[in-house]
């Protein structure tokens, strides 16, 4: 008998092992255990499927079963893996249709099981009509009781990225929404400037956003369905269904059973290749811990595209290949009823933390030359460190075509660029693209005005 | 008497160098000649301006001689400086207006004469209807003669940038519009397959492109006009209007008699702080060579965001700062008919000159998540070093919002990232903005394969 791969969880970075592996290796025996209805997805893509902006399930689906399996995969859907036995090298896993179970040997293990939705423990958080969303399943749910019937009014708990992409979904079917959000501003992430522009935005589509106030309780009517959710300050916010948008954290009860070690993060700590502290067992995902290059800190960051690029890594690395996972920058992009805001990097309150003395600079300009039609607004903001003026940050908010430029002070912060630096980058020009003086470049020249001036003061 | 500071030419690189000397030194007399009627403008507008996309020609200045005069600049508008002494530190100018004529000392001088349109020495070339595309009184002469009556058809000679945008410009006032251009493929600084598209867009919008075939010739009619172009091929192109879009050289003529020092590329040498071989003499601007970072070369690139940044580099070193421009790698976007192309670093053309040997990846992919509304195509084009794996030039077409992100790959070129580096890179990720392979990473991918097989194969 050949060498045997055991996957457990067969969405990106599970599903991208198993192929990688299964590429590099043909005679690899590859077993993936998925106790979901589907592979590979897009979990980022379920707000839009529930808006109706995507109408078919399938088109968010990468990579089918049927087609792992005619990749020469063995795909078991629906079947939870339960149990990891290290010493014996096998799992135990159970049908969750027939209620089979069984154990399933390997000599390579990897562990890609994702993360699971936050929920707040406070009374009545298990009633009918309060859901999470985060795998493809729970969009299914959304999508089904919205189309059921009577609902009417939804309040969305977590004002975070994906509290508000649910939100505005569901206001694009034209329902009333709420969202509530403990802090002073929506998407914690950002710097509270930012922050500011999104609850703009956000109330400016019919929103109603609730702030410095968290979750104190779900009323639960007579029916046991929730009818309301209860606020810190007292107010009762009605609601024919509750989402909760709170973020995810890694799910590790798997491995903290069988004794996969796990970080001081909470994920399962693993290496450049992937490799957890066990032998032959792997981990890659939501459910891992990475390096995050500024802070010098291990954090979880659940993102589909760090999920693919693990998985692939760990893949190769199974497959008797070589390649690493370099960890994150703290890269994000969003768009909030057509506010488009991205980061990099570390955020002020992150970089505080860090030990890091910054200046910030902010320049407001346009996406395109200011005369040519159609040009929107764009705030670039830097975080720059004191003398030495390294880029420690970089967010971005505006209109159209504003966003995704933050791609490039990425590759400026991975890069350790300064802002001296940035401002005379060969960026590109022509008007109907950007303003003679680039909106990144006349931030960095900001930024670095803001440093000399500091060094200049010390 | 205080220090004077005179510069010839009040466009980008002029109009930047004088006001950032003045704002860092005060009592600095600054005087700029500038021969047209305009100072501190767009000339990437113009095309726009031609339109009617743009109206108005104010929208194109973005500092006027008041503008320069209020912050304390001695600004002499359609005046021609015809001669530099360097012996005796004074310029020879004449008023084109009036006629007059002065010297004018100066302790510092900045040469920023901007270019000089090609015209290729044929027969007819100096006939009435026969207009170049260069600085704003062109595009004013151009509109009027456009707007005087009975234009139909216009040949436009030369298929770069500027000769396709004017191209477009022409037939989105419902002209008839034809391009001669030497190559087999417009815009010869992208490598083949991304022109054909190119050119397959620019006929798309019913513009007639004639390639491979050169201006033998310009016919001239009995009134003196020219009423065709003839090209070497033997084909009359009949034209109510030729206009030439072949592309610039520097304009060197006053530097070359003056004794200020020449470099290899027939652009004005200068170094790192934009300094002439001459005490005193700076230069900036489209006159200038700079150093191409990946080459090793001297080149001349016309473009208004080195103008800008070498001019800024100038001033600030004349008030007594310290500033230097790094040099270029060849960066440039263009919109055509809806496609957007974009390069930076070497083509392929390029890097075979420069000696390098390298593989080559394409990739195609969308802006957007494939699934969600809006998603255009993109191809990614990757240039890798053999062996090395770096990364020494991209190109990027597509549809809206595909080229802008060529910025990205201009900044790991310019940090000399491998491709195997750059497919590791924490970039932005969410479906309205991209799949969650972003394109620039599946490239980078496929690059890295290429390498990968080629390293085997030596």
Same mark, same amino acid.
């Given at each position: 008998?050949?060498?045997?791969?055991?996957?457990?969880?067969?969405?990106?970075?599970?599903?991208?092992?198993?192929?990688?592996?299964? @590429?590099?290796?043909?005679?690899?025996?590859?077993?993936?255990?998925?106790?979901?209805?589907?592979?590979?997805?897009?979990?980022?893509?379920?707000? *839009?499927?529930?808006?109706?902006?995507?109408?078919?399930?399938?088109?968010?689906?990468?990579?089918?079963?049927?087609?792992?399996?005619?990749?020469?995969?063995?795909?078991?859907?629906?079947?939870?893996?339960?149990?990891?036995?290290?010493?014996?090298?096998?799992?135990?896993?159970?049908?969750?249709?027939?209620?089979?179970?069984?154990?399933?040997?390997? $000599?390579?293990?990897? !562990?890609?099981?994702?993360?699971?939705?936050? #929920?707040?423990?406070?009374?009545?958080?298990?009633?009918?009509?309060? &859901?999470?969303?985060?795998?493809?399943?729970?969009?299914?749910?959304?999508?089904?009781?919205?189309?059921?019937?009577?609902?009417?009014?939804?309040?969305?708990?977590?004002?975070? *990225?994906?509290?508000?992409?649910?939100?505005?979904?569901?206001?694009?079917?034209?329902?009333?929404?709420?969202?509530?959000?403990?802090?002073?501003?929506?998407?914690?992430? &950002?710097?509270?400037?930012? /922050?500011?522009?999104?609850?703009?935005?956000?109330?400016?589509?019919?929103? $109603?956003?609730?702030?410095?106030?968290?979750?104190?309780?779900?009323?639960?009517?007579?029916?046991?369905?929730?009818?309301?959710?209860?606020?810190?300050?007292?107010? %009762?916010?009605?609601?024919?269904?509750?989402?909760?948008?709170?973020?995810?954290?890694?799910?590790?009860?798997?491995?903290?059973?069988?004794?996969?070690?796990?970080?001081?993060?909470?994920?399962?700590?693993?290496?450049?290749?992937?490799?957890? /502290?066990?032998?032959?067992?792997?981990?890659?995902?939501?459910?891992?811990?990475?390096?995050?290059?500024?802070?010098?800190?291990?954090?979880?960051?659940?993102?589909?595209?760090?999920?693919? @690029?693990?998985?692939?890594?760990?893949?190769?690395?199974?497959?008797?290949?070589?390649?690493? &996972?370099?960890?994150?920058?703290?890269?994000?992009?969003?768009?909030?009823?057509?506010?488009?805001?991205?980061?990099?990097?570390?955020?002020?309150? %992150?970089?505080?933390?860090?030990? *890091?003395?910054?200046?910030?600079?902010?320049? $407001?300009?346009?996406? @395109?030359?200011? !005369?040519?039609?159609?040009?929107?607004?764009?705030?670039?903001?830097?975080?720059?460190?004191?003398?030495?003026?390294?880029?420690?940050?970089?967010?971005?908010?505006? #209109?159209?075509?504003?966003?995704?430029?933050?791609?490039?002070?990425?590759?400026?912060?991975?890069?350790?660029?300064?802002?001296?630096?940035?401002?005379?980058?060969?960026?590109?020009?022509?008007?109907? &693209?950007?303003?003679?003086?680039?909106?990144?470049?006349?931030?960095?020249?900001?930024?670095?005005?803001?440093?000399?001036?500091?060094?200049?003061?010390?």
């Amino acid at each position: 008998m050949g060498q045997r791969l055991v996957v457990i969880g067969g969405d990106a970075a599970g599903g991208s092992a198993a192929s990688q592996a299964r @590429k590099r290796q043909p005679d690899l025996d590859v077993v993936i255990f998925e106790r979901g209805r589907s592979t590979s997805y897009s979990a980022c893509g379920i707000p *839009y499927w529930i808006s109706g902006t995507v109408d078919d399930e399938a088109a968010l689906v990468a990579r089918t079963p049927e087609q792992h399996r005619a990749a020469g995969i063995d795909v078991r859907m629906r079947t939870e893996v339960v149990g990891i036995d290290l010493d014996r090298r096998t799992v135990a896993w159970r049908d969750l249709d027939s209620g089979a179970e069984g154990r399933e040997p390997f $000599d390579d293990l990897v !562990y890609a099981t994702g993360s699971v939705p936050m #929920r707040p423990p406070v009374p009545g958080i298990d009633a009918d009509g309060v &859901f999470g969303v985060q795998v493809l399943d729970d969009g299914a749910t959304l999508r089904a009781e919205l189309a059921r019937g009577p609902v009417r009014r939804v309040v969305v708990v977590g004002g975070g *990225y994906i509290g508000l992409e649910i939100a505005e979904a569901c206001r694009i079917r034209g329902l009333d929404v709420t969202v509530v959000d403990r802090s002073a501003t929506p998407v914690g992430t &950002f710097d509270p400037d930012v /922050g500011a522009q999104i609850a703009e935005a956000v109330r400016g589509e019919g929103i $109603d956003l609730v702030l410095s106030d968290g979750v104190a309780a779900i009323a639960v009517g007579t029916d046991g369905r929730a009818r309301a959710v209860v606020t810190a300050s007292g107010r %009762e916010l009605p609601a024919d269904l509750v989402v909760l948008g709170l973020g995810v954290r890694p799910n590790v009860a798997l491995a903290r059973e069988a004794g996969i070690p796990l970080g001081t993060s909470g994920g399962v700590a693993v290496d450049a290749r992937m490799r957890t /502290g066990v032998e032959g067992v792997w981990a890659a995902g939501d459910c891992v811990e990475s390096v995050h290059r500024l802070s010098g800190q291990r954090v979880v960051v659940a993102l589909g595209t760090h999920a693919n @690029k693990q998985g692939r890594v760990a893949g190769i690395n199974i497959g008797g290949g070589y390649a690493t &996972f370099p960890g994150v920058i703290g890269t994000a992009i969003t768009r909030v009823c057509d506010l488009e805001a991205a980061r990099t990097g570390l955020s002020s309150a %992150e970089a505080e933390a860090a030990g *890091y003395s910054f200046v910030r600079a902010a320049v $407001d300009s346009t996406t @395109k030359a200011g !005369y040519f039609p159609g040009a929107a607004p764009i705030r670039v903001t830097m975080i720059a460190e004191r003398r030495s003026g390294r880029l420690l940050g970089a967010q971005i908010v505006g #209109r159209e075509a504003a966003a995704k430029r933050i791609d490039a002070l990425a590759i400026c912060i991975w890069n350790e660029m300064t802002v001296d630096e940035i401002l005379s980058l060969d960026l590109s020009y022509a008007p109907p &693209f950007a303003p003679v003086w680039d909106p990144v470049l006349i931030a960095a020249r900001k930024a670095f005005e803001a440093v000399e001036a500091d060094v200049r003061s010390l």
